[in-house]
């Protein structure tokens, strides 16, 4: 018996044993969305960034899309939110929950021998303290080893850009929270930007405006409806048409009332935010040494994030800057795939991860 239990642990140490029972994980923590990919399955879970839990126990009754229809929705007994703001950990606990509950998800809900490696994209504009928390959260969740990776990175290797090679390729991820503006060359970031400005705050801007100018309140979920469907950055010839109803509270009479806003409005709503992100592609660029930029006239820019799917943001950075600029295959998927490519190749992108 005793022999057998030797060969066992022979043919099967402890680190091939975790291998068999747990399966690594590269996690884009997103501050609108949370996708995970699994080592040798891909990606198996896109959820919103959203955990509903009991406010006394923070027990988690659910998380993701039914979470996110639960927002502004709940009584006292439940608190329904959003646990990442600007990219970053904004609730500790509420952000352990969420991770812990996806984490037995994808592992069909399995509480023992789950002890994974994970590959975690942060942004490149975070502190050592905010690292921390990321960190913090996935050990508690349940992770035996995290590593870290620069979004900007992550998108990049995602998008397909030549990373590994000594030429230049700017990316720029638009997420939920922030902007990442980076130059990459040779496995490493030459210069980057982080912008707290992302989807979130286009939707915040629309807000403002219909208060502003119709003296109507109307939630985040609803503006970002607007600007999915009727959103722009440049606006297109036949876009004076194109109009959508949004439905409030009145702040004068506070009774609920329906409005027409119109493309153009919400374009004029979101004209803030958007010149804060080409601002920060045109300041990354003024600071990519000049080798590096005449390799971008060829290669131009490319956008990654959920960001890059407003209409006319492309035509509207190109014409800024006058290079060549596309939006990546998926770029909602760029930061998870990118992670997971990592994962699945870690020696030969090992010098990515950060330090």
Request: glycine residues 8%; proline residues 5%.
């Amino acid at each position: 018996m005793k022999d057998a239990s030797k060969k066992f642990k022979k043919f099967f140490p402890a680190t091939k044993l975790f291998q068999i029972f747990s399966n690594d994980l590269a996690i884009d923590l997103g501050t609108a969305n949370t996708l995970v990919y699994v080592r040798n399955k891909g990606i198996v879970l896109d959820e919103p960034s959203v955990v509903a839990v009991k406010s006394d126990s923070y027990q988690v009754l659910a998380a993701g899309k039914a979470a996110k229809e639960m927002l502004g929705k709940t009584p006292e007994s439940i608190v329904a939110s959003r646990p990442l703001r600007d990219g970053v950990i904004a609730d500790f606990k509420l952000a352990e929950s969420m991770l812990r509950y996806f984490i037995r998800a994808v592992h069909n809900d399995r509480r023992t021998l789950v002890r994974p490696r994970m590959i975690i994209g942060v942004p490149s504009g975070i502190t050592q303290v905010e690292r921390r928390a990321v960190e913090d959260s996935a050990k508690q969740a349940g992770a035996r080893e995290v590593y870290t990776i620069m979004e900007p990175m992550a998108a990049a290797v995602g998008a397909g850009l030549p990373i590994q090679e000594p030429c230049g390729s700017m990316i720029v991820d638009i997420g939920g929270g922030t902007t990442e503006v980076a130059v990459i060359t040779l496995k490493d970031v030459v210069y980057c930007k982080s912008v707290r400005v992302g989807g979130d705050e286009m939707d915040r801007a629309i807000v403002q405006y219909v208060k502003r100018k119709y003296n109507l309140l109307i939630g985040e979920r609803t503006a970002e409806k607007v600007k999915m469907k009727i959103g722009s950055a440049l606006l297109p010839k036949d876009s004076e048409q194109e109009s959508m109803d949004v439905k409030g509270r009145d702040l004068v009479t506070g009774v609920p009332k329906t409005i027409n806003l119109s493309a153009p409005e919400v374009n004029e709503a979101l004209l803030e935010t958007i010149a804060n992100i080409v601002e920060g592609v045109r300041v990354a660029l003024e600071n990519t040494p000049p080798e590096l930029s005449s390799d971008l006239v060829d290669s131009g820019i490319v956008l990654a994030g959920g960001g890059a799917l407003l209409r006319g943001l492309a035509e509207l950075i190109s014409k800024e800057t006058g290079l060549p600029t596309r939006v990546a295959e998926e770029p909602l998927l760029c930061v998870v795939k990118g992670a997971g490519k990592v994962l699945e190749e870690l020696d030969t992108f090992r010098d990515a991860l950060m330090k």
